[in-house]
């Protein structure tokens, strides 16, 4: 077991920036990759973006390509998501999450169930 805690979010304008962090204890040396994904009200929850713990590989979903950056300090056991030039419709909940699976196609770390531990999400709301 991974324990996953988000922190960083809050309220920003249309067009600023924020950096949320996700801090790993436990069973660290487990875990192959840390992804963020993001649930909006009323909406499924959607893949944002994965760095493998490892080699460092990362994956961006195409609606933050650019515009969002993930990162990690392994000797923290921490992993950042640095956004910026947020829109308003990405105003959700964050959720960091562990995956102890390996994958070479990074594809694959887009789907939920890929992940076994999820921490309890931080808020980001962007006003217009």
């Known amino acids: 077991q991974v324990q996953l805690v988000e922190s960083g979010g809050g309220f920003v304008q249309a067009g600023g920036s924020l950096r949320l962090s996700c801090a790993a204890s436990g069973r660290t040396q487990d875990i192959f990759a840390l992804g963020w994904f993001r649930q909006a009200p009323g909406k499924e929850r959607e893949f944002v973006s994965v760095?493998?713990?490892?080699?460092?590989?990362?994956y961006y979903a195409d609606s933050v390509k650019g515009r969002f950056t993930i990162s990690r300090d392994n000797a923290r056991n921490t992993v950042y998501l640095q956004m910026n030039l947020l829109k308003t419709e990405e105003t959700a909940v964050y959720y960091c999450?562990?995956?102890?699976?390996?994958?070479?196609?990074?594809?694959?770390?887009?789907?939920?169930?890929?992940?076994?531990?999820w921490g309890q999400g931080t808020q980001v709301t962007v006003s217009s």
């Open positions: 760095i493998t713990w490892d080699d460092g590989r990362i």
């Open positions: 999450a562990a995956s102890f699976r390996y994958y070479v196609d990074m594809h694959f770390y887009n789907d939920l169930n890929a992940y076994a531990n």
